[in-house]
């Protein structure tokens, strides 16, 4: 087996063999090092590659796929359009009551004050009647921060590789260099405001339209908004990774341990020892004023935990 | 076709889950992908609501002790699309945050482009 050296163009028309084949036996009889092999056998993939005809095929193949490719993906959206909305012309008619589906919902309606003591019937069904449902959405906020902070988080060991740098990422101290005027005075008008309004909202989820994922929300924007007037110091007194986590952490215990109880009495038929309140105060509801402030923390804490992930990598600071 | 314009609203939220699959073929930008697959989700959440919706009823909040079914639109619905509005958050923060990481190893939102630079990878291992 002879060695190629770069230039030494070897000739194609003489006997019919696969010239990877070749190598791959050469590389069997003469024991040769793998990486002479290597550099071979890429020698002879970028030699038939760069003939004009090799190039012209390689051309065409890949036109002909995009070409097969927008084909099929104009059918597919069309067909897929057509066939929805061939099914919702047999739908019920929009705006009429029909009654398989509020079969459900007649209970909801008509015991749900009795039964759960909240005047907002939706907060009734999300956090009564399908709590489990809501104690699963809350596990999902919460496993999408730890999946972004899995993602996101910039110290030694993550987002050191020789791909990835630093310098893509803009320094905290560039963003404190900024004294954002218009950006200060706003948001001291604001965030007063926004605060109250986020907890009058998670406060009175079973009186009026809230509840803890609103609630949460208004609150979290808050905070993002203090974080990007103010800079991450002020937001970092209050909120740390270990307040986060904590936080989070009680939340969804509590969330679990109450709602644990309440599926153990119903279950075994026993009494329910949590007072129902007077329909239409605040402190009513029964367990739907404590679930919904622990939904709006764990949401407030995971949507700021996003911006700050986002923003420098980290959520209560260089820890 | 009839029916379909009696439908209007739920034909239009059908039509938004179309442009934002659309999106999902035909852009190759990842950024571009994530917003129809935004466009998806919100055309998802009006079919749901507006299957909830009945002509002439109120929000389902008792006022005044009337507790009849006669009184309140359907809120069943309303209710999934807050379960969906959460999980389509959820979902789009961590789609984000795997394209920031995709941005820093290949330099590009391209998705082309990535899998060219990952197959010379692959070639060059």
Not at chain 1, 106 to 123: C, H, K, P
Not at chain 2, 39 to 63: N, Q
Request: hydrophobic share 45%; with cysteine.
């Amino acid at each position: 087996m002879k060695i190629i050296e770069v230039g030494d163009v070897p000739s194609l028309n003489g006997e019919d063999h696969d010239i990877l084949e070749s190598v791959m036996d050469g590389a069997e009889v003469h024991d040769s090092p793998r990486e002479k092999v290597k550099i071979e056998k890429e020698y002879y993939k970028n030699y038939v590659r760069s003939s004009p005809w090799a190039q012209k095929l390689i051309r065409t193949e890949n036109k002909g796929f995009n070409v097969f490719y927008l084909a099929v993906a104009v059918v597919s959206c069309v067909l897929l359009i057509g066939m929805l909305l061939f099914t919702i012309s047999y739908l019920p008619r929009y705006g009429v009551e029909n009654p398989e589906s509020t079969a459900v919902v007649r209970r909801y309606v008509e015991q749900g004050l009795q039964e759960t003591g909240a005047v907002n019937i939706i907060s009734g069904i999300i956090l009564d009647y399908r709590a489990f449902d809501t104690l699963g959405e809350s596990h999902v906020l919460f496993t999408a921060l730890m999946c972004v902070t899995v993602l996101l988080r910039r110290d030694r060991k993550n987002m050191r590789t020789q791909y990835e740098d630093f310098y893509t990422i803009r320094d905290e101290k560039y963003h404190e260099l900024y004294r954002e005027s218009i950006m200060r005075l706003v948001a001291a008008v604001l965030l007063p405001c926004l605060f109250l309004y986020g907890a009058y909202v998670l406060l009175n989820g079973q009186n009026s339209p809230g509840g803890g994922f609103s609630g949460g929300a208004v609150l979290g924007s808050g905070m993002m908004i203090c974080a990007a007037a103010y800079g991450f110091r002020s937001t970092d007194k209050v909120i740390t990774k270990k307040a986060a986590n904590l936080i989070a952490f009680f939340a969804l215990g509590f969330y679990s341990f109450a709602k644990g109880y309440v599926f153990f009495t119903g279950a075994n038929g026993l009494e329910n020892h949590i007072p129902k309140g007077t329909s239409g105060a605040i402190l009513s509801g029964g367990l739907i004023l404590p679930l919904d402030i622990a939904v709006g923390l764990v949401v407030a804490c995971t949507m700021f935990g996003f911006y700050s992930l986002f923003r420098r990598g980290s959520i209560g600071g260089n820890e | 076709m009839e029916n379909l314009l009696a439908n209007s609203t739920e034909a239009v939220a059908i039509i938004l889950f179309g442009i934002g699959f659309t999106m999902l073929l035909f852009h190759r930008n990842l950024f571009r992908k994530l917003i129809g697959l935004n466009v998806m989700d919100t055309g998802i959440f009006l079919f749901l609501a507006s299957m909830g919706y009945i002509e002439g009823r109120k929000a389902p909040i008792i006022v005044n002790g009337v507790q009849s079914t006669e009184a309140y639109i359907n809120p069943l619905p309303a209710s999934l699309v807050l379960t969906g509005i959460v999980v389509s958050v959820s979902v789009t923060a961590i789609m984000l945050s795997l394209t920031v990481r995709l941005y820093m190893r290949y330099h590009t939102l391209n998705l082309d482009e990535i899998y060219r630079i990952a197959d010379h990878e692959e070639a060059d291992r």
